[in-house]
């Protein structure tokens, strides 16, 4: 049997009695929206939360607005975004950022300009969507490493796996062949193994090229659960790619690949940390990774109807029980952190309340999809009215028309930024 799959099966890391344990739980809590485990924000709260987000987002818009075209006007301008980034930071209630210490907020900054350099190195094809993708695990990485109290804010094994997933999942995703996708798939999975592999595309180039990093910084002899995780990350993106099909799942076949997937996902950010996975942490690890599918599940949950994919989100949704479902998950993160977390007590705080508010602004920014009634219950959670993050979504799509109309390029802007010296 392959070493990846002992992983699974057997009591070394326990993935399989983890996935189940957390299944359990999922089924124990109650369908509502939790009362004393969560904290209620106050609405004047949120009323001045408000005011600092909108003097926030036009002090953004504008400095992006201003963007001189001028190569001796730019160092000014970078400067200057720099200052605002950082004063936007430090009021940030929305990614809780504010509660974080000055020195960890610059560091965590630098980390993110860092992962864009390497980034527009690697590949200028990649656009701003692919970016954020990858920047959003890093985002993960960056709250276990705190939990943890160790690791590097940024790291290149770290950069190579987020990056990792915008050219795997995307394709498998993609509107490929059969063959094409076979191919690919043999492909990387005599890579993840560590055998040698010529590549065949520059997509099979890039892929390997990301490999060879994480075995550059990790290698393979000395860190061999490290490669274990990758091929299980694999394999649940493979095992969902069933969701796309013409075949109807019923709700625990789309949970169960949800946990999979999710759990698998955030057990290699885990060991990147310091190349190692403790066994005590695979549960807390599973519970916060199916949270975070199912979150994304229910950001997406209106473009994944419009296109026919099966989540568990969509179903409940078809069914008319997406409420319950967004109740469900708020009262799983409270149980899951007050019952498994094993970081550091401080981090807990930031990492609970960061959940939170991913669901309450998925909710909140999408209100067709439930009762005024519903929608109250969540927004006394909120660490911002609706109106504002409604606004906020606005604002972003507005801005997208407005470069696209003036001939703005944001990549550009990224650029200048960051520091992408090509």
């Not at 067709?368 to 606004?391: C, H, M, N, S, W």
Request: glycine share 8%; with cysteine; charged share 30%.
């Amino acid at each position: 049997m392959e070493s990846w799959k002992r992983a699974l099966e057997e009591e070394e890391f326990g993935v399989n009695g983890a996935l189940e344990r957390v299944l359990e739980l999922w089924r124990e809590i109650p369908a509502e929206v939790p009362g004393e485990e969560l904290r209620p924000v106050s609405e004047k709260q949120r009323g001045e939360n408000a005011k600092r987000g909108t003097a926030a987002l036009h002090r953004m818009r504008k400095h992006m607005k201003d963007f001189p075209q001028a190569v001796s006007a730019q160092k000014k301008w970078k400067e200057q975004g720099e200052r605002t980034v950082l004063e936007s930071m430090e009021h940030d209630v929305i990614f809780q950022m504010g509660k974080l210490p000055a020195e960890v907020r610059r560091q965590f900054l630098e980390a993110t300009k860092e992962y864009f350099r390497q980034t527009r190195r690697y590949d200028r094809e990649l656009g701003m969507e692919e970016l954020v993708q990858g920047l959003k695990n890093y985002f993960v990485y960056f709250m276990l490493a705190l939990a943890a109290g160790e690791g590097e804010w940024f790291q290149r094994a770290i950069w190579s796996y987020s990056l990792l997933y915008p050219y795997t999942d995307n394709f498998l995703d993609g509107d490929y062949s059969s063959a094409q996708k076979k191919r690919f798939n043999d492909m990387l999975v005599r890579k993840l193994l560590g055998e040698d592999v010529k590549a065949q595309d520059r997509l099979e180039e890039k892929v390997c090229g990301l490999i060879d990093v994480i075995e550059q910084v990790y290698p393979r002899k000395d860190f061999e659960e490290l490669y274990d995780f990758l091929m299980i990350i694999y394999d649940a993106q493979l095992g969902s790619l069933g969701q796309h099909g013409a075949k109807k799942l019923g709700e625990e076949e789309l949970l169960r690949v949800s946990v999979y997937k999710g759990g698998a996902s955030i057990y290699v950010d885990q060991c990147l940390v310091n190349g190692h996975m403790n066994r005590q942490d695979i549960y807390f690890l599973t519970g916060f990774g199916f949270f975070l599918q199912l979150a994304d599940e229910l950001q997406d949950v209106q473009e994944d109807l419009e296109n026919g994919h099966q989540t568990y989100m969509t179903k409940m949704a078809a069914g008319g029980e997406l409420a319950e479902a967004v109740g469900r998950l708020l009262g799983f993160a409270a149980r899951l952190f007050a019952q498994a977390w094993r970081g550091i007590a401080d981090v807990r705080e930031f990492m609970l309340d960061n959940s939170v508010q991913l669901i309450c602004t998925a909710v909140l920014q999408k209100p067709q999809y439930y009762t005024d009634e519903f929608v109250g219950k969540i927004e006394q959670l909120a660490v911002l009215p609706a109106g504002f993050l409604r606004q906020m979504e606005n604002e972003g799509n507005e801005m997208a028309e407005e470069w696209t109309r003036e001939s703005m390029d944001p990549m550009k802007m990224l650029d200048v930024w960051a520091d992408c010296e090509m």
